[in-house]
């Protein structure tokens, strides 16, 4: 069993630009693909990013691409968010998850593990 640990979130105005760290323990992170997902106030957790073990393919909800990069360091047993141009509509709690299938997925029921989350809010 893996268990994860968001951080990086904030307050930050819009245009401006954080980066979410997840780090894993218990077993390492080779072993998982890896989500990002939020949970904006009001409204169902959605999906931001997933990308495969290896980190080659990443795959972004339209409303982020362009804008958020994801990234992983198996050597470091850790995963990053890099978002840029943040909107007020990226207001959120976000979420790392891990799932032992080896594609990644979009559908937060496919994940097997989550992090408690970290809070994004972007004021205009």
């Known amino acids: 069993q893996v268990q994860l640990v968001e951080s990086g979130g904030g307050l930050v105005q819009a245009g401006g630009s954080l980066k979410l760290s997840c780090v894993a323990s218990g077993r390492t992170l080779n072993s998982y693909t890896m989500g990002w997902f939020r949970q904006p106030p009001g409204k169902e957790r959605e999906f931001v990013a997933a990308?495969?073990?290896?980190?080659?393919?990443?795959y972004y909800a339209d409303s982020v691409k362009g804008r958020f990069t994801g990234s992983r360091d198996n050597a470091k047993n850790t995963v990053n968010l890099q978002m840029n141009s943040l909107k007020p509509d990226d207001t959120a709690v976000y979420y790392c998850?891990?799932?032992?299938?080896?594609?990644?997925?979009?559908?937060?029921?496919?994940?097997?593990?989550w992090g408690q989350g970290t809070q994004v809010t972007v004021s205009s």
């Open positions: 990308g495969s073990r290896r980190g080659s393919t990443i």
């Open positions: 998850a891990a799932r032992e299938g080896s594609i990644a997925a979009r559908e937060a029921s496919e994940y097997d593990y």
